[in-house]
């Protein structure tokens, strides 16, 4: 199974992409942003940010997006719907969290 793009942006002054993808029974978001807006507001010219949702979220994202458990192309088609904004990795972190769903995650810088 390949990654999809939840977002893509690019112009003059930064370009973003946020993935997902499944390591295993896990729902993998990555995102990373580059450019001279990045360096203005991090001061590094990129930032890079994952978040691990562990079987439990994956779960409870099919029942969220009515989708079969197991069924994770369809999840990953879901995702492309319902999350494909600027935002979508702060939203889907925010349901995590607002469900009480612990997620392992890193951003850098």
């Known amino acids: 199974m390949n990654s999809i793009t ?10 973003i992409s946020i993935d997902a993808y499944f ?3 896990a729902l993998i978001i ?4 580059r ?7 991090w001061g590094d010219f990129d930032y890079e940010y994952m978040v ?5 979220g994956v779960d409870f994202l099919c029942d969220h997006l009515h989708i079969p458990k197991g069924d994770k192309q ?3 088609n879901a995702l492309t719907h319902r999350y ?16 009480g769903i ?3 995650g890193f951003s850098w810088p």
């Open 6 to 15: 939840l977002y893509s942006y690019s112009d003059l002054e930064i370009k």
């Open 23 to 25: 390591d295993g029974e």
């Open 30 to 33: 990555d995102g990373y942003d």
């Open 35 to 41: 450019g001279n807006k990045v360096k203005e507001y």
């Open 52 to 56: 691990r949702i562990p079987a439990k």
């Open 74 to 76: 369809g999840l990953l």
């Open 84 to 99: 494909n904004s600027n935002t979508c990795y702060s939203d889907i972190r925010k349901l995590m969290n607002d469900n």
């Open 102 to 104: 612990e997620c392992e």
